[in-house]
T-cell receptor
Framework: LAKTTQPISMDSYEGQEVNITCSHNNIATNDYITWYQQFPSQGPRFIIQGYKTKVTNEVASLFIPADRKSSTLSLPRVSLSDTAVYYCLVVPNQAGTALIFGKGTTLSVSS | GAVVSQHPSWVICKSGTSVKIECRSLDFQATTMFWYRQFPKQSLMLMATSNEGSKATYEQGVEKDKFLINHASLTLSTLTVTSAHPEDSSFYIC???????????FGPGTRLLVL
């Protein structure tokens, strides 16, 4: 499975846009890029998934350049409740593949 | 999105006893379920993969006789921590995958405290 690298931590203020970049140099052709959010003492929550270019949903946007060796999760106008750990994973499009989590990025949002 | 539940949400037990944790997919059939463990301020660690009707596959370093996994139906997997010890105290999380979805859905987790 492709290894991912993302910043250990980030700080932001309410109302700002936050961009978290993830590197995955060894991404394979059939890999998807997936982001999860985890609050303390809760299971991870799926945020967004993409294969290439840009994906947007009601929560976030995911930007993937043409070479797919990195991706950027964009959270518009963060609030205090967005304080959490964000995990970037590269997942093969294969039946029942386990997710291997890295350290994630701890995002702290202040008022 | 799909819903996965876990029961109990937290449990305290005495050292040497066994504890069973249930993981259910509420609105879909889970072909495969996964069990993770998470210690404080650490990431999730995959413990095992279970496929309905077959034996679980354990990750290296995870004792299969200590962490018994049963995936008897397409909506239920159970993890039994046998002869629990204080070092087994952790946050246990399950996830479920189903054919047709390219991602997994996680349960809310079970906090285990072994005294």
């Amino acid at each position: 499975l492709a290894k991912t690298t993302q910043p250990i931590s980030m700080d932001s203020y309410e109302g700002q846009e936050v961009n978290i970049t993830c590197s995955h140099n060894n991404i394979a052709t059939n890999d998807y890029i997936t982001w999860y959010q985890q609050f303390p003492s809760q299971g991870p929550r799926f945020i967004i998934q993409g294969y290439k270019t840009k994906v947007t949903n009601e929560v976030a946007s995911l930007f993937i350049p043409a070479d797919r060796k990195s991706s950027t999760l964009s959270l518009p106008r963060v609030s205090l409740s967005d304080t959490a750990v964000y995990y970037c994973l590269v997942v093969p499009n294969q039946a029942g593949t386990a997710l291997i989590f890295g350290k994630g990025t701890t995002l702290s949002v202040s008022s | 999105g799909a819903v996965v539940s876990q029961h109990p949400s937290w449990v305290i037990c005495k050292s040497g006893t066994s504890v069973k944790i249930e993981c259910r997919s509420l609105d879909f059939q889970a072909t495969t379920m996964f069990w993770y463990r998470q210690f404080p301020k650490q990431s999730l660690m995959l413990m095992a993969t279970s496929n309905e009707g077959s034996k679980a596959t354990y990750e290296q370093g995870v004792e299969k006789d200590k962490f018994l996994i049963n995936h008897a139906s397409l909506t239920l997997s159970t993890l039994t921590v046998t002869s629990a010890h204080p070092e087994d105290s952790s946050f246990y999380i399950c996830s479920a995958w189903t054919s047709g979805k390219e991602t997994q859905y996680f349960g809310p987790g079970t906090r285990l405290l072994v005294l």
